[in-house]
């Protein structure tokens, strides 16, 4: 089944509205121009380059990102969304007053894997419009109407959720010209896991619970859980998490005692939020050490948040560390 036939059967069954349906599909156009843009990577320019400016969260900006950024804007406009939020921009893009839809978006993530190779993507959420364009970045994550992310690597693809359904459904950019090709549904997280993702080089910065969850976990056999971990670590949170929706796991990007990390790395309204509705939907969960990613009300636009999601039982032990510090 093509995405165009899934989405317009989504439509029929009131899973989705002509806004929403608009969105994702000059969302799935934007990401097949961003991906011949990468797979024409050094051939005629180079994409992650630093070009000298500075996005909002303070990161300096490679080509790519912003390249992307304006593919995603172009493609959007005229169609069911009001505003794009975006990390590359300080505040709403407005794009069509018609439109019933805001899309939040990191249009590149991964940035430091650019022009290495490696899978990078594109992750949105859409939200409802109304209101102000303060209001519509403030929404919680479970105000979402659907979310997802595509990953550019050995296989171009995409992973979607909507509210209205349990359904986690994946994609495949066809090389043969024939668009996004359904390649799964009915995603699930399994319960426990073997495999952890974290990039442990900042050990001495992590804050006590989420070291007691690693002690405990690399003690192994022999620890507390009584069984052997491996670890993966891509370094792209799209890449991390399609191996996570695909086979299992834990991912994790807690809080650090780095300067700008105090209250974790990524973003919570274009990076964890879409992140954690489809962990929810596959049947696991998403936890910022105290509580649901999606319970959070944010306080602005590019606010930082520490990222637990994967295997619910996983999830569960580092909520347990952190309340039991809490306790202490
Ligand atoms: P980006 O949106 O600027 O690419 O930053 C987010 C990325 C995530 O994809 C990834 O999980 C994380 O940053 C990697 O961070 P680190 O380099 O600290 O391991
Ligand atoms: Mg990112």
Known sequence: ?????????????????ADLVSVIRALAIAAQDIDHLIRRDGLDENLGSEIGGINSDGDSQKALDVRSEEIIINHLEGQGAAALLSEEQED?????????????VDPLDGSSNI???????????????????????????????????????PQTTLILCFAKTDDVVTFTL???????LMTGEGLQIPTTTKEFAINSAYTNHWFKPVQKWMTDTLDGQSGPQGKDYRMR????????????????GIFLYPAD????????????????????????????????????????????????????????????????????????
């Open 257 to 328: 005692r780095r300067q700008g990390n105090e209250t974790g790395r990524l973003r919570l309204v274009y990076e964890a939020n879409p992140i954690a509705l489809l962990a929810e939907k596959a049947g696991g969960k998403a936890s910022n050490g105290y509580g649901a990613i999606l319970d959070m009300t944010p306080e602005d636009l590019h606010q930082r948040v520490p990222l637990f999601f994967g295997a619910a039982s996983e999830v569960d032990r580092i909520e347990n560390e952190h309340n039991q510090e809490r306790d202490d």
């Open 92 to 104: 709403p893009i407005p794009l069509n007053d018609q439109g019933s839809l805001i899309v939040a």
């Open 174 to 180: 066809d090389p043969d010209g024939k668009g996004f």
């Open 115 to 153: 022009s290495v190779n490696v899978t990078i993507g594109t992750i949105f959420s859409i939200l409802p419009s109304h209101g102000d364009a303060k209001a519509h970045s403030l929404q919680q994550g479970r105000d979402q109407i659907a979310a997802g992310f595509f990953t550019y690597g």
């Open 1 to 17: 089944m093509s995405l165009h036939e899934f989405l317009a059967s989504a439509q029929e069954q009131g899973h989705a509205d």
């Open 233 to 248: 670590w891509v370094g792209s949170l799209v890449s991390d998490a399609w191996r996570i929706f695909q086979r299992g």
